[in-house]
């Protein structure tokens, strides 16, 4: 048990076991409404209801009662809140993130469906400014839906660089001559699109804002088309009614910490196709598929890592979506505390608390 929660549990620790929600909500709100000093509640279901806005009124509560309180949730995992909880919680101070951002794209819209288009939009996305101008330049640059610590990371895929000129000549290559107001065309298409994320999460408007800006110096049109947490992430999302979304996607609490993405990038994984999976970006690429039904049948880790490599490779080359960075949580212990050891697959960094002691 100690090794799914985090923390290991030891012969001093008193282990209380909940089932079900109304056992542990309530112990968790009154954990929430007790804190004194800061409230990390990291989550990948947060859906709307009595019991979602509950707890979003107990962690404003202590926000405005100065107790440092950070959120962070998973984008799939959080599509059915209610926006005015997200905007109640930011008011009052409430640190509210989510997971991994990418842009997402609908591959059954006519402007994304050559691989060139894509490649020419992630070079002409300047993602060192956009880190350092709106998330103070802390997070790392991401190529992977995998993080470094994943036992399956790829440590060797193409670094991203930002080549506003390549962009145009990828472009202009590929047909795409600029037209009236500035705006590349080709074959009657314009190179216009509409990016939709969470309405109301000012910092992922402000990353918007960017990407249309620097988009727009190589020619393209990206026009900002923000709803509600539970209109952009039901079937806007799932039925891919959209041109193309910004999106945080934490792998982990998806997979439990499994590289899969059979559900996500696998061609019979189509919702609108086959009425099941996640594959909304509508990507299909033989390979690919053949390589995660093979993932899933392994279970050697030994075994599956050059599997997921590979797909990680295929992704980056494809680039069915563009990945920007990796969120980063920052903590602060006192310099004496020794043995404290990071652990990004583990819920909380006191999963080894057993172990600590204190320098004298």
Known sequence: MGQLVG????ASNRVTAFINGDRIFPAMLAAIRGARKSIDLETYIYWSGDIGRQFAEALAERARAAVKVHVLIDWIGSRKVDSRDLAMMREAGVEVEKYNPLVWFNLARPQFQEKAVREALYLGMDKQNYVQRIYYGVPPSAESYLAPSSWAFNPNLP?????????????????????????????????????????GNKVREQAQAFLQQTWRAIGVDMQIKDMPAAVVWGDYFFKS?????????????????????????GSGYIPVKSGQGSNTTQYSNPKLDQLAEQGVSIVSQEKRKPIYQQIQAILREDLPVLPIFYYVNIEGTKGTLQNYQENANVVSDMWNANTWWWAT
């Open 7 to 10: 923390p290991g549990i030891v």
């Open 159 to 199: 670094k991203h660089g930002y080549n506003p000129e390549k962009a145009k000549a990828r472009l202009e290559e590929a047909g795409w001559k600029v037209g009236a107001g500035g705006i590349r065309e080709k074959n009657g298409v314009k190179l216009s699109f509409t990016n939709s994320t969470t309405a």
């Open 241 to 265: 009614q959209f041109d193309s979304v910004t999106v945080g996607w934490n792998i982990w609490g998806e997979a439990g910490g499994d590289p899969n993405v059979l559900s996500w990038f």
